[in-house]
């Protein structure tokens, strides 16, 4: 019985394309698609292998980890970290740059990713994701630094997430459309499901955790408002909300069935630029966005665009059916 086409077929006729392709590339992404089969494997078996439940640790950005956190961290670590692609990777989950061990090669790319994004919804069973980055080494084969990180999303060689939902999907863009994989258990691969994903231009339906309503800027306040208002509104039609407090699910409704998603610079807590993390949340997602005709921005510039400045900063994000992000993205211009 035919299986269709595997993600392996899929990346090596994708290779073809680019000129000069060692090979190099695709084997990384190979390794990547294996941690990301092992940690499909441990977050589907849930309560059944222990890995439920909070650590007394916090990271970085201050959050109590969960077990699940780390050890998928660990996952990403140990597959990739020994096959010779890489100069160095950073993880939400980890304070510094990790460097590749001595003991292996070091390789031409740079990997930076989020292993569990959404994991506070892993002990109520909701939907919870890997989002991942591939940028080249300023200087193959040296060890990076942080500053080797510091690119802005338009350099991104390669962007995807991981959803571990109701099936385990694979999502990836290499700057040429996005293409979704679906994890067939029996056979162990990744087979096409959908083709060159795009995102319609309009929608009814918003995303945004309405509970921060008062901490919000006024253009973001005055959109959900109209949208709030509904056909008797300067809108003119019924909208629809979603909040599932996990952005590769949310991005995930949106590339299917469009819609516009925002964790919006907020006053909660003003020393912060937003919630999201720009190298490993919001570059990637709004890579794959773009490339499916959809738009990201903060509200006042292009995410894309940014000149990172540290590896762990924070942006507003605002993205999703394009011609839903420029209504906001005016609201924003004409606050002025
Ligand atoms: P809140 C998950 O922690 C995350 O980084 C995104 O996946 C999600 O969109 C957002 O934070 C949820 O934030 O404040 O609603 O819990």
């Known amino acids: 019985m035919h299986t269709g086409t595997t993600?392996?077929?899929?990346?090596?006729?994708?290779?073809?394309?680019?000129?000069?392709?060692?090979?190099?590339?695709?084997?990384?992404?190979?390794?990547?698609?294996?941690?990301?089969k092992v940690i499909s494997n441990a977050v589907n078996k849930g309560a059944l292998v222990g890995t439920m439940?909070?650590?007394?640790?916090?990271?970085?950005?201050g959050e109590t980890q969960k077990k699940l956190d780390?050890?998928?961290?660990?996952?990403?670590?140990?597959?990739?970290?020994?096959?010779?692609?890489?100069?160095?990777?950073?993880?939400?989950?980890?304070?510094?740059?990790?460097?590749?061990?001595?003991?292996?090669?070091?390789?031409?790319y740079l990997l930076v990713f989020d292993p569990l994004d959404g994991s506070s919804n892993?002990?109520?069973n909701i939907s919870v994701g890997t989002i991942f980055s591939i940028l080249r080494a300023p200087v193959p084969n040296r060890a990076a630094g942080e500053k080797d990180f510091l690119q802005p999303g338009t350099r991104q060689v390669?962007?995807?997430?991981?959803?571990?939902?109701?099936?385990?999907?694979?999502?990836?863009?290499?700057?040429?459309?996005?293409?979704?994989?679906?994890?067939?258990?029996e056979v162990g691969e990744f087979i096409l499901t959908h083709r060159d994903m795009k995102i319609p231009a309009d929608t009814k339906e918003f995303a945004i955790n309405?509970?921060?309503?008062?901490?919000?800027?006024?253009?973001?306040?005055?959109?959900?408002?109209?949208?709030?208002?509904?056909?008797?509104?300067?809108?003119?039609k019924d909208f629809n909300m979603r909040w599932v407090a996990s952005m590769v699910a949310e991005v995930h409704r949106i590339l299917t069935r469009g819609g516009v998603f925002m964790y919006p610079r907020?006053?909660?807590?003003?020393?912060?630029?937003?919630?999201?993390?720009?190298l490993y949340e919001a570059n990637p997602m709004s890579m794959i966005v773009e490339q499916a005709g959809g738009a990201s921005s903060t509200g006042y510039e292009r995410i894309l665009d940014m000149q990172p400045e540290s590896l762990h900063q924070r942006v507003p994000v605002i993205l999703g059916s394009k011609n839903e992000v420029e209504t906001v993205v005016s609201y924003h211009r004409a606050e002025g």
Not at 15 to 35: E, K, S
Not at 158 to 185: I, P, Q
Not at 266 to 278: F, Q
Request: glycine share 10%; aromatic share 8%.
């Open 7 to 36: 993600l392996t077929q899929f990346i090596i006729e994708e290779q073809r394309h680019i000129a000069g392709a060692t090979g190099d590339f695709t084997a990384l992404l190979n390794d990547l698609v294996t941690a990301i």
């Open 266 to 278: 907020d006053t909660k807590d003003p020393s912060k630029a937003g919630k999201l993390r720009l």
């Open 70 to 108: 780390v050890i998928t961290n660990d996952i990403m670590i140990r597959t990739n970290e020994w096959a010779g692609h890489l100069a160095g990777m950073a993880s939400e989950e980890m304070d510094e740059v990790y460097p590749i061990p001595s003991r292996y090669p070091l390789g031409k």
């Open 53 to 61: 439940g909070a650590l007394e640790s916090q990271n970085v950005q």
């Open 210 to 236: 309405a509970s921060n309503r008062r901490f919000w800027e006024p253009p973001v306040a005055r959109y959900v408002e109209e949208c709030l208002a509904g056909k008797e509104g300067p809108r003119g």
């Open 158 to 185: 390669c962007a995807g997430y991981a959803l571990y939902g109701s099936s385990t999907m694979l999502v990836l863009t290499m700057g040429h459309g996005v293409n979704g994989f679906t994890l067939d258990r």
């Open 122 to 124: 892993v002990d109520i």
